[in-house]
């Protein structure tokens, strides 16, 4: 069976898209054609919306889902109007809010996503730049200025994992690859050593890190399954004698592993380890 | 004033994040601390999350907000019980939803931002590894492989932008600084000009240029006001030329101009111009 979905917004659409794919994802026997919808802000764009929703309602033989943020009546009343399974995404929400925090909602659309926090916004960036700067050891004497240190063999998801950090947390995220040198001395520099209380391993099965080794340089030593083995044989050797938290990125996405480090981090900070200088958004 | 506001989820808490956010930027008179408790799946976890919740309401002298995302009805008890204005952002979704689909729901937790759709994972970490090895412009003849391409000057946003877009969206994205060789060509390369169908350029008021120019190089000759300027006046000519969208990154977040870029591409894709090998997630 299959049923076209369309996240609908004012603005971005990122919130209509977050919470739709959540409820979509409970219902994972269905296969969801995914159509996004930013900057449906005109009654003619929300006319034609409605026409490719009466399109999509003939082609799969049922009405297409809408998850929409609509600030906007008239717009929204268009679309409702449309031949739709309608689920407004805010507005049961605004008026218990405004009631709680006797305050009116202001009613501006595109609020969600927009700088309205310049100094977090500013420290996200930063974080990003200095992520990119401080990606695959390059400054390993930079740790002591990041917020976070992930650690892990070559194509374990160190670099996708640290941006997220970066660009979700605004953490200055750096890191650092277990190498050949390492194994052969048996432990990581000093410098590894000494930021052990923002330090993050990362681990995958061997078997997907063939694959991944692969397409980067088939049929090489570096990506043969005996090679891969190894290496996160002897990276889980030195993780053991550093006992910091062991991540798998074979089973967990970077989303999934990014808030756990939060969480680990945070946790710690309640401990009295170490202040955290990134924050929450 | 000053409330506290917990975003609380049995998984990462993403979706409850950014709900979360969008709902309170509808109130933004109110300061809110906020407070991110993912991972909150035992009832142990949850009776400790009630013990913050008052201590937030003496200390506000108003009970904190919670915006949840919970699958358990034992530990949603738990936290309503708690001294707080509860707001489940599923639950008013997920019953309806289910009746239109005449599917029942899973009710499996951490669903949303788990690997559930491991092609588009794939590609979207792909995609960050194509937009590392493709920033500032280290491979033009590598333009042709990419689904979307950012031009603009010296810290205008490119390279933050195209993280984004691989991130998110999972699009191959690339970049080409404009410097002071085009400005002397008066022109950017051919390769440049081969992906015009896909190029986007970015601008930034010369004062907020002089602002990040000056923290990366301090007192330098690229930071001066007036060199800023210049840049951005000579970028201008030369997009003026390329007659491709221009987009601020001084006032828009590189949520918005991503989504706009997004959004454009779709149109240019529905108008039958260049197919767009990207998706949105």
């Known amino acids: 069976m299959n049923r076209t979905v369309f996240f609908v917004s004012e603005s971005t659409g990122i919130t209509a898209e977050t919470l739709g794919h959540s409820l979509l994802s409970q219902f994972d026997t269905i296969d969801f054609e995914q159509v ?97 700067a401080n990606d695959d050891g390059i400054r390993p004497d930079n740790f002591h200025r990041a917020d976070v240190v992930l650690t892990g063999v070559s194509r374990s998801g160190k670099t996708p994992t640290c941006l997220y950090l970066a660009m979700h947390y605004g953490l200055r995220s750096a890191n650092y690859p277990i190498t050949e040198e390492d194994f052969e001395r048996g432990d990581v520099p000093q410098l590894v050593w000494d930021c052990r209380h923002k330090l993050f391993a990362l681990i995958i099965d061997p078997q997907r890190l063939q694959l991944i080794r692969e397409e980067r340089r088939p049929n090489s ?28 990125t074979t089973t967990q996405s970077i989303e999934e592993i990014s808030s756990q480090i939060m969480k680990m981090l945070k946790d710690n900070l309640d401990n009295g380890i170490e202040p955290l200088t990134g924050k929450t958004p």
């Open 36 to 132: 996004y919808m930013p900057y449906i802000n005109t009654d003619l764009r929300a006319l034609a919306l409605t026409q490719r929703m009466q399109e999509a309602a003939e082609r799969d033989g049922a009405r297409p889902i809408v998850f929409a943020t609509m600030l906007n009546n008239e717009i929204r009343e268009i679309l409702k109007n449309g031949n739709c399974f309608y689920m407004e995404l805010f507005e049961g929400f605004v008026e218990p809010l405004s009631v709680e925090l006797c305050v009116p909602p202001s009613r501006k659309s595109g609020q969600s996503h927009a700088i309205t926090k310049p100094n977090f916004y500013t420290k996200r960036i930063e974080a990003i730049n200095f992520a990119m």
């Open 221 to 248: 030593p570096y990506a043969s399954l005996a090679r891969c083995q190894d290496d996160i044989r002897q990276a889980q050797q030195i993780y053991k004698r550093l006992q910091v938290p062991v991540l798998n």
